[in-house]
């Protein structure tokens, strides 16, 4: 019987096919097995070894290629043919990614299992469009959220609204579902004037930003997953900073 192969959680970036590790492309280059999230950029995928085997493991809002359940078994079942399996994630796997969750699984089953990070949506988004999210004088305290829970469920109000009060900006995942009343509680909670913004399809060439105060946004705005809010200092440094914040 083969020996116990190995499972690489790993982060493929936000889109942009650049944006994986080095370490990251290094191990899918070598990999026996490739399994992949909906929102790995496929690019990556030509990466892959000849002959490496690829299995979509998608998850789209609402609607699982495979529960979470079956990808670990997969998981688990490659290994144990042996094979060196890379799992990649959409950003970074321990972001509202359930990477942990997979490595748990696995190593309790003695199967080695080592976690290799990416670069999270809302890092990459930052990036792109110039939104600090640890910014001297605008941003001391920030927050990443999600929007949504297991099961679809939306995070509550109250969680948002706590947020929105301890932090100096807030970026909420998986929110393009509930934009409206996000942008909304944040009018509510700081202000009509409260500096906003939604992000969709960071770092690809759909890439759009959206500018706004949250109450305005709240009444326009239907982003297109996948799709990032942002909430205060972060915004509020590009529209006090470049001559083009406001664009
Ligand atoms: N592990 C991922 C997040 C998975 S949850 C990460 O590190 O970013 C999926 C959510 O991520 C989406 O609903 C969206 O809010 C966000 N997301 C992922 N890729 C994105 C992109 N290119 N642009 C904007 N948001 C993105």
């Known amino acids: 019987m083969a020996g116990p192969g190995r499972v690489y959680i ?10 994986i590790t080095v370490k990251g492309l290094r191990l899918l280059r070598s990999a026996d097995a490739v399994v992949y999230d909906r929102l790995v950029p496929g690019e990556l995928l030509g990466e892959a070894k000849r002959g490496a085997r690829l299995v979509y493991a998608g998850k789209a809002p609402g609607r699982h290629a495979m529960s979470q359940d079956e990808i670990n078994r997969l998981l688990e079942g490659l290994a144990r043919e042996g094979l060196v399996v890379v799992r990649l994630h959409g950003g970074d796997p321990l972001t509202f990614g359930r990477g942990e969750e997979e490595c748990a699984y696995l190593l309790s089953r003695g199967i080695p299992c080592e976690v290799v990070p990416g670069i999270p949506s809302y890092v990459a988004a930052s990036a792109e469009h110039l939104l600090p999210l640890g910014s001297r004088g605008y941003s001391r305290v920030y927050t990443v959220a999600t929007g949504t829970l297991a099961g679809g469920t939306p995070l509550p109000r109250e969680r948002l609204e706590a947020a929105m009060r301890a932090s100096d900006s807030l970026v909420v995942l998986m929110a393009a579902s509930r934009a409206a009343e996000i942008l909304g509680l944040a009018a509510e ?5 409260a500096p906003a ?29 996948p799709a990032l809010i942002y909430i205060g200092g972060a915004v509020r440094w590009r529209l006090d900073t470049l001559p083009t914040g406001r664009s």
Not at 10 to 19: I, R
Request: charge should be neutral; charged fraction near 20%.
């Open 10 to 19: 790993v982060g493929a970036g936000p889109g942009d096919p650049e944006l």
């Open 197 to 225: 913004a939604i992000v969709e399809s960071a770092s690809t060439p759909k890439s759009k930003l959206t500018l706004g105060p949250a109450g305005e946004l709240a009444a326009t705005a239907k982003p297109r997953p």
């Open 189 to 193: 909670t700081l202000g009509p004037q």
